[in-house]
């Protein structure tokens, strides 16, 4: 019998289109991942838009695997670029604890030409950034076309680390893991709160 199972969190904030057409993503998501056969659940995460823990089959407890996923549309990414949001974003993700980041790029570079007069200003920067993250700072990041295919990227993900960890022991699934997820929720949070005016200004001139 299986020491652990693993569980897909999925930020529950998560929302995609405008206006009237703008929709939950984040139950979308849960939906599609469910046809997966991929257990999600749903909440409000301190950094990330999606992340990987393991729940404890003897008592329910809950701990942190070290994947944590940041998933923008390319038009998103470009416009958070402007107002700051990714770079505060990915900072979050840095100072988490969770050493394996994954970046995920959602949309068909042609997209692109609905914010086309922001990509021609900020191109540039845009993709030293991407740089920065992939081999400066470890990223993997990712582009997918659509959200199926985000759904298969994290369907992959999860058979992997469900092969990994299900029949390791207890002693070994906490020595593997990067703690207690109230833990790590708790003090991600008290750290955003902990950023400084100096700190979010340095940020957006990054």
Same mark, same amino acid.
């Given at each position: 019998?299986?020491?652990? /199972?693993?569980?897909? #969190?999925? *930020?529950?904030? $998560?929302?995609?289109?405008? =206006?009237?057409? +703008? ?46 996923? /940041?998933?923008?549309? #390319?038009? *998103?990414?470009? $416009?958070?670029?402007?107002? =700051?949001?990714? +770079? ?119």
């Amino acid at each position: 019998e299986p020491t652990a /199972e693993v569980i897909l #969190l999925i *930020d529950n904030r $998560e929302f995609i289109g405008n =206006g009237a057409s +703008r929709g939950n993503y984040a139950y979308e998501m849960e939906d599609a991942l469910l046809q997966c056969k991929v257990r999600p659940e749903l909440r409000c995460l301190p950094a990330g838009d999606a992340m990987f823990i393991l729940r404890l089959t003897d008592d329910g407890s809950e701990l942190v695997l070290d994947h944590i996923i /940041e998933r923008k549309t #390319l038009c *998103d990414y470009v $416009e958070s670029w402007k107002d =700051g949001r990714v +770079r505060r974003q990915t900072h979050a993700l840095d100072e988490c604890g969770i050493p394996r980041r994954m970046l995920i790029l959602e949309g068909r570079l042609s997209e692109l030409n609905s914010c086309a007069g922001l990509y021609k200003e900020s191109g540039p920067m845009l993709q030293r950034h991407l740089c920065d993250l992939s081999v400066g700072k470890g990223y993997f990041v990712h582009n997918t076309r659509n959200m199926r295919e985000t759904v298969a990227t994290f369907a992959s993900m999860y058979r992997h680390l469900e092969r990994r960890y299900s029949h390791m022991s207890r002693e070994e699934l906490v020595r593997r893991s990067c703690g207690t997820y109230s833990g790590w929720a708790a003090a991600t949070a008290a750290r955003s709160k902990r950023l400084t005016v100096e700190q979010l200004f340095s940020l957006q001139l990054c």
